[in-house]
Structures are given as C-alpha cells and as structure tokens.
C-alpha cells in the first residue's frame, strides 16, 4: 500500500515538473520576456509621428501630428525599420493630458523623446528630439522599468 502511494506521489511530481518545464519553454518560446501590450494612444500619436519621419519619408503626416505645424521636409527620410521598443518615460509621468515618450530603435542604436500633448482630443507632438545612449541611460538608471519596453514590428 505504501509503494503505490510513493508511485503515486512521484506521478503528481513528475506531471508538475513536466507542467511547469512546458510551461517555461512556451513562455520563453513567445518571447514574453518583453512587454507587447498595446500602445497607449499617447505612445502610438508618438510612433506615427516618428514613422512618418524615419520610415515613411511623410512630411505631411508629420506636419499634421505636430502640435507647432512645423516644415518637417528637411528631417525625413525613408528607412526599412523591422522594429522599434517604445515606452512612456519612467522621469515624466503621463497624465491625460500629456505624456513623454521614447522610442528606441535597436538596429542603428538611436533613441528619440518625444513629447506629446492632447488638444481637442487627439495627441499632437509638441516637442521632439533625438536622445543618443536613451536605451543605456533607461538600463543604467531606471533598471525597474526594462520590462515596460513595448517592441513594435513595423515591416
């Protein structure tokens, strides 16, 4: 009677560890190590502002995000971009009403805050700059916040 119930419990130890090694792999499998949550409506203002200037060469586009209406033909450019990581800033905290956002795009190493403020209901950019080492400088002081980088496949 004792050898059945060892096999037993061995059986429920073996159907756990089994449970657990599945589950592991299939997490590390749909690489959820990085957050793919949805974009904040402030966050995807940000991205569509900065694709229209980095990957799809729209100055157009960008003049109408941008909350100063400014010229942006000088700064497009068009550029195959497979993915960006893009968070709401861990310095900035976002309100309702506004939101600083990076961008960071891993295959050229280049980062971006962008500022973005909601007028009449949509998200406009009110300012934007490029922030070389923003990924390091995220890594280095805001350790905490590595896991509320969002990744964007973009082609």
Do not use: C
Not at 69 to 74: E, H, I, Q, R
Not at 89 to 114: C, F, H, L, R, W
Not at 119 to 142: C, E, F, I, N, Q
């Amino acid at each position: 009677m004792k050898a059945i119930l060892v096999k037993k419990r061995a059986l429920v130890v073996i159907i756990l560890a089994l449970f657990f090694l599945s589950g592991s792999a299939i997490w590390i499998w749909s690489d959820s190590g990085t957050a793919t949550a949805d974009l904040t409506p402030s966050e995807q203002a940000a991205l569509d502002f900065w694709k229209a200037i980095h990957v799809d060469g729209d100055a157009k586009k960008a003049k109408e995000i941008d909350l100063n209406k400014a010229d942006w033909t000088y700064a497009v450019s068009k550029k195959t971009v497979s993915k960006v990581l893009i968070m709401l800033s861990p310095e900035k905290p976002a309100t309702d009403t506004t939101a600083q956002v990076y961008i960071y795009n891993p295959q050229n190493d280049k980062g971006y805050m962008i500022d973005m403020v909601k007028r009449d209901g949509t998200w406009k950019m009110d300012h934007y700059k490029s922030a070389p080492g923003l990924y390091a400088y995220v890594v280095r002081y805001y350790p905490d916040h590595q896991r509320e980088w969002k990744e964007v496949k973009l082609r």
